[in-house]
């Protein structure tokens, strides 16, 4: 399983635009008066629909933050240097044990990782296929010589989306349902979040409710998370997918004949699909 756009319902889809393209360096793939797709390498990351809803994104489940991987150390520094050196504002950084990273928002609050992973011998592999992090202080100022000056910024092309944190009510639901409904295994579970990913992956999705049990529940075109993509290699995989979903009794839509859409109990919708 691959994990493809996070699309977000933005109320200033212009100013979003200059912060996800002129300072994270993301390409405009594609762009109509009210929509834009951005990516990296021709890859496509994250697109953005205007809204005409004004809520806070945080006032409702959805987005933790969305995680995009960069290839290399180097290249976790250039983006690194490039955000302090124009004083963009950071949330924080940390060392997970299998990986390195700083977080930041954009302008309407919505979360973003931007990471690097460590050699997998690395990790912390136990036997039983669990991958346990940490959070320990990260090596900023040795990140940040690392990286070089360029100019204009564009973010480098191998980059992708490395996973997705979720806020939900019920941390210990919302990982029996998406691994359940989609076949994800746990990796690491704490109280109240739980990180579960397909194969051997630290995690591609991740579950917590530290924002609390009094939420509102994600609707159509509220600010923030519209839906997240992920992507199977063929239509027999997606089909095995509906159907394990289907004996969960999950909420599922067709939207195509290669695509089908995926709603918890906190009104998060995933879209899952065919690799393209």
Do not use: C
């Not at 393209?21 to 496509?44: C, D, R, T």
């Not at 019920?170 to 359940?180: D, G, H, P, T, W």
């Not at 009794?249 to 699909?273: H, M």
């Amino acid at each position: 399983m691959y994990l493809a756009e996070v699309v977000l319902n933005v109320k200033d889809l212009e100013s979003q635009i200059a912060f996800y393209h002129q300072l994270l360096g993301l390409e405009i793939l594609n762009q109509s008066e009210n929509q834009v797709l951005l990516g990296a390498g021709g890859k496509p990351l994250v697109r953005l629909i205007k809204t005409d809803d004004i809520s806070n994104p945080k006032q409702s489940y959805g987005l933790y933050h969305m995680a995009l991987l960069l290839p290399t150390r180097e290249d976790l520094a250039n983006v690194f240097k490039h955000l302090l050196d124009l004083k963009i504002p950071l949330v924080g950084g940390a060392d997970h044990g299998y990986s390195e990273a700083i977080y930041l928002e954009d302008l309407e609050g919505n979360g973003i990782e931007l990471y690097r992973d460590k050699p997998e011998a690395e990790w912390d592999i136990r036997e039983d296929g669990r991958i346990i992090g940490v959070t320990e202080e990260l090596s900023a100022q040795a990140i940040y010589e690392l990286g070089r000056g360029i100019e204009p910024f564009v973010i480098t092309s191998g980059t992708r989306m490395g996973h997705v944190h979720l806020s939900v009510k019920n941390s210990r639901e919302a990982s029996v349902f998406y691994q359940e409904s989609l076949g994800l295994e746990d990796k690491f579970t704490i109280p109240h979040a739980s990180w579960i990913a397909s194969g051997n992956y630290h995690h591609h999705l991740a579950v917590n409710e530290w924002g609390g049990k009094n939420l509102a529940g994600r609707e159509k075109a509220v600010a923030g998370l519209a839906y997240y993509a992920l992507e199977v290699e063929n239509k027999e995989e997606l089909l095995k997918l509906f159907a394990r979903s289907q004996r969960y009794q999950a909420t599922t839509q067709w939207i195509s004949s290669n695509e089908f859409t995926l709603t918890d109990s906190d009104g998060i919708v995933s879209l899952v699909r065919v690799k393209k």
